[in-house]
C-alpha cells in the first residue's frame, strides 16, 4: 500500500460554531467547506493547510460516536487520516498482516469519497483512517 501525505487531522468539537473563529480569525487558516453527514450524525468543517487538512467534526446527536468521544475525553484530536490511491488494496494487505479494521469495504465519507477505519487495538490507540479520493 502507498500512503502519499496525510490527507486530513480529525478533531472532536461540541460545536463548529464556537471553534470556527480560532481557527479563521485566530489562526488565520479560513475554512473551506462545512458539510453535513447525516448518516453519521455530523457536521464538519474543512480546513485546508497545505496537502492537508483539518477536520472538525460536531456531533448533531447522541448516536454519534464523536458525540461518545467528547463524553469521555472531551475536545480534541479524534483520528488521523491517511491518503491512500487504492483503498481496497490497502484494505486486503492490512488483514493479511493480522491488523483489524472496523469493516471489511469501504464506506463513502465526506465528498464522496472511500474511507476506512482501522481498529485503535490494531493502531496503539491512534484512530486511523484511510482514504481514497479527492475528499475536498
Ligand atoms: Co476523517
Redesign the pocket.
Known sequence: MAISHI??I?IAVSSLENVMPFYEKGLGIPVKETEELPDKHLK?AFIPVGDTRI?L?EPTSEASTVHTFLQKRGEGI??I?YHVDDIEAAIAHLKEMGYRLLSDTPEI??GGSK?VFLHPKSSFGVLI?L?EGEGH
Do not use: T
Open positions: 490527507d486530513h480529525g464538519v477536520e467534526l479524534h483520528h487520516a465519507g465526506a474511507i483512517e482514504v
